[in-house]
Structure formats: structure tokens, C-alpha cells
């Protein structure tokens, strides 16, 4: 049996008719950065969802820390330690920064202690504690988006596209805070659109096309390919 901390294994989603992921095999292991890329519509999203029990499986198994989880509910999942930071963010606008970092914490000092180390990885938000969420950047929305799921202290965080809208400035800024959270022991499985950044701040990748994993290899293999275009559309 794997030893990974996160497995699926011939994982099938669909959307009525329409297959999302064709039999999707993959693992991260404990505090491990791995890079999920591929085109818009490849299915990275779906299988994030799957993982998280926000879409279900129509057949194979995910498993975490050894566990299936494939029809364990999403509280559940949570509880075992995955965190989960979407794609459009979706921050609680009308509380502030603390209040949207305190709601996520189930510590008995109500998360005060978390929310410090939170901001130790993004001091941007520090100075803006006291802010509502609906004023805050795209930027700073995404740091706090990723902080609250981090509020749980989870092994694994599944990341869902975190540049998406974001300029190249702020895009590194924010995944450039992978290695930190990986470094503090929290695997990371990132699905992201700026490919050449996901692979920098990962170890390891796989290259999703309609549903399917085309290519797994090292982050530096796939970033080395003398073709990268080629392989993310499977040509």
C-alpha cells in the first residue's frame, strides 16, 4: 500500500453525461509541493473538487493518510487535515481580515495564535487586520483565501488556480509562499495556469489533457522539456 499522504487512484468524475476526469491517478506525499497544469477546461479544478468531496467520484477511490475518503463529507475531510483555498477566492467580504482568519480556526483560543503564524507568511495582511474583506486587492484577497485554509493547521492544502487574475507581480508573491507553507510541513497540491511558476516552487508535477494524466515527472523535468507547449496540450 502507497505511503503517500494523499492517493487517488483511477479516479472517474463526470458532469451528467460529460466525463471531467477520465481515470485520474496521482499522489502527494507528506510535505511535498506537486503541480497539477494543463489548458483551461483540462479538468484540474474538477479533480481539486474530488479531492475535497465538493463533486463526487462515479468510481475509484481517493485516500488520505491511508484512509479512503472517497464518500466521507467535506467536514470530515477538513477535520483530517485538508485544506482548502477555491478558485475565485471567496473570502467572507463584511468581516475583516482577522475575523475571516479567526472563523476558519477551531483552536480554543479562538485562533488567535494561528492567525500569528498566518501572518508570518503573509506580513501583508498583518497591516491590513483591521480591513473588510470586500476592500482588500486580488492579491491580498488570495494570500487571505490560502491563510484561512491554513487556519486548521491542515497536512495537505489543495490550491485552486491562486494567480488567477493577479499580475505577474502579485502572482509570484503569492506562490512563492508554497515553499514556506511546504517548508512548515504542509504538503501542497497546486492547480495553477501560470505553469512556469507552479513548476518553480513545486517537486514534482503532472500534466492533466481532457480529463487524463498525460505526463508525470520532476517539476524541473517538465520545466527543462525543450517542449513545454507541447506537452501541456499533448502534441
Known amino acids: 500500500m502507497s505511503t503517500a499522504l494523499l492517493v487517488l487512484d483511477n479516479v472517474v468524475a463526470r458532469y451528467g453525461q460529460i466525463e471531467a476526469l477520465g481515470g485520474i491517478t496521482l499522489e502527494v506525499g507528506a510535505a511535498e509541493a506537486v503541480a497539477l497544469v494543463g489548458a483551461n477546461g483540462a479538468g484540474k479544478?474538477?479533480?481539486?473538487?474530488?479531492?475535497m468531496g465538493l463533486h463526487p467520484c462515479?468510481?475509484?477511490?481517493?485516500?488520505?493518510?491511508?484512509?479512503?475518503?472517497?464518500?466521507?463529507p467535506i467536514f470530515a475531510r477538513a477535520v483530517m487535515g485538508i485544506g482548502y483555498s477555491p478558485e475565485g477566492r471567496r473570502i467572507f467580504p463584511g468581516l475583516t481580515v482577522h475575523e475571516n482568519l479567526l472563523v476558519a480556526s477551531r483552536d480554543r483560543d479562538g485562533g488567535r495564535a494561528r492567525a500569528a503564524d498566518i501572518y508570518d507568511i503573509f506580513p501583508g495582511l498583518r497591516i491590513k487586520a483591521a480591513a473588510l474583506g470586500w476592500a482588500l486587492s486580488g492579491g491580498q484577497q488570495q494570500m487571505l483565501s490560502?491563510?484561512?485554509?491554513?487556519?486548521?493547521?491542515?497536512?495537505?492544502?489543495?490550491?485552486?488556480?491562486?494567480s488567477l487574475g493577479?499580475?505577474?507581480?502579485?502572482?509570484?508573491?503569492?506562490?512563492n509562499r508554497v515553499k514556506d507553507i511546504t517548508a512548515a510541513g504542509t504538503a501542497v497540491l497546486l492547480a495553477e495556469q501560470n505553469v512556469h511558476k507552479a513548476l518553480s516552487?513545486?517537486?514534482?508535477?503532472?500534466v492533466i489533457q481532457l480529463g487524463r494524466v498525460t505526463r508525470a515527472s520532476t517539476s524541473a523535468e517538465l520545466l527543462a522539456s525543450r517542449d513545454l507547449a507541447g506537452a501541456l496540450l499533448g502534441m
Open 45 to 51: 479544478s474538477t479533480l481539486m473538487k474530488c479531492c
Open 58 to 72: 462515479a468510481s475509484g477511490a481517493v485516500r488520505f493518510q491511508g484512509e479512503d475518503v472517497t464518500r466521507r
Open 146 to 162: 490560502i491563510g484561512r485554509a491554513l487556519m486548521l493547521r491542515p497536512r495537505l492544502l489543495l490550491l485552486d488556480e491562486p
Open 166 to 175: 493577479l499580475s505577474p507581480l502579485l502572482t509570484a508573491e503569492v506562490l
Open 201 to 206: 516552487v513545486s517537486q514534482r508535477a503532472y
